[in-house]
């Protein structure tokens, strides 16, 4: 059987260079196709789309196509009364991502973990990103949360390092994009936590139009962030960067696993990387001439289900909100 994650991260503890990792939600996914790059497949990801998303009528008519011509019919039953029946609550749809099956720790994102896929029915759930004009997704990997964000919201930047992964993530939007019912688009771009908006060269690079359209983000979005100190520090030390930039504090959704492990220090089960998590979300940071700190909430995870993964008490859903303290 497959390893629980909370096992395979358990292994990352004592892990040398050569140590690889797997994400269980590959496990139950159909490959159809090698991937473009060495080491990637493309998986289909089943999954429901509520009709609200999908059109504003919950009424549609059954044609049929009236012979000679060849130009569409209208159904009427044996009475000679017009058909009109009513849609299924849902329709079922396939996403079709490409991604890696097994990498180095560093490289984790070219994956889809179960983080991702918890904010993804996060979205398809929830109203809230419908009419947002701008949503940033930090730490997007291979996109298939931005696929998802756009159905609602006008401009997704989906955001990574890495010219592999941001070429992997730009096949996977390409891919889907096309075949789903939207009006909005996402844009790639690279931005190193560590070093935000520095790199601005590349087919990634960051544009005077993109900048100006990033002052205007609503949402923020990140899923499976939480797994090295180093990058949460990073990630917390980005998201301050990003509010001199911002007009007004959006919304920040973040989804993670809770990966328990056992502890030399605790010797016993513990999750290290999460309680980091905990004390960045209560830290106070230098912001301007004052200090900034987040205004947090835990979200309950009980809501409908739309993607085929094993829902765990581990996976957690937070909403956090920046505030300027002078």
Same mark, same amino acid.
């Given at each position: 059987p497959p390893l629980h994650p909370t096992f395979i991260w358990c292994m990352a503890e004592c892990a040398g260079p050569e140590e690889t990792f797997l994400s269980d939600v590959h496990v139950g996914h159909f490959t159809?196709?090698?991937g473009s790059d060495e080491g990637t497949t493309? #998986? $289909?990801f089943p999954f429901t789309l509520p009709h609200s998303i999908v059109s504003s009528s919950d009424l549609y008519l059954y044609r049929e196509s009236s012979g000679g011509d060849g130009e569409p019919g209208i159904e009427l039953d044996e009475d000679g009364d017009l058909v009109v029946r009513r849609k299924q609550q849902h329709e079922s749809l396939v996403l079709l991502i490409e991604h890696a099956m097994s990498t180095p720790l560093e490289a984790v994102g070219q994956q889809v973990w179960r983080g991702a896929l918890l904010m993804a029915d996060y979205l398809v759930h929830s109203s809230r /990103? $419908?009419?947002s004009h701008v949503v940033l997704e930090l730490g997007g990997g291979v996109g298939l949360v931005s696929v998802i964000a756009v159905l609602s919201a006008n401009l997704i930047f989906c955001t990574d390092v890495g010219k592999k992964l941001l070429d992997l993530c730009q096949r996977n939007i390409? $891919? *889907?994009l096309a075949d /789903? *019912?939207? #009006?909005? #688009?996402?844009v790639i771009r690279e931005l190193d936590w560590r070093q935000?908006?520095?790199c601005q060269v590349g087919p990634y690079s960051w544009s005077s139009e993109d900048l100006a359209s990033l002052e205007r983000t609503a949402f923020v979005l990140a899923t499976d962030v939480v797994y090295d100190d180093h990058l949460t520090d990073a990630f917390f030390s980005c998201l301050v960067h990003l509010h001199t930039r911002f007009r007004t504090p959006p919304t920040i959704l973040i989804s993670l696993e809770k990966r328990i492990n056992f502890t030399?220090?605790?010797l016993a089960p513990a999750s290290p990387a999460y309680k980091h998590f905990r004390q960045c979300l209560r830290k106070r940071y230098p912001f301007g001439k004052g200090t900034m700190e987040f205004s947090v909430k835990? /979200?309950?995870?009980d809501f409908s289900q739309h993607f085929q993964y094993d829902r765990t008490k581990e996976l957690e859903l937070w909403e956090i909100t920046a505030q300027h303290m002078c």
């Open positions: 159809t196709a090698p493309v #998986s $289909r /990103l $419908r009419g390409q $891919r *889907n /789903l *019912n939207h #009006s909005g #688009s996402v935000p908006f520095q030399l220090e605790d835990q /979200l309950p995870t």
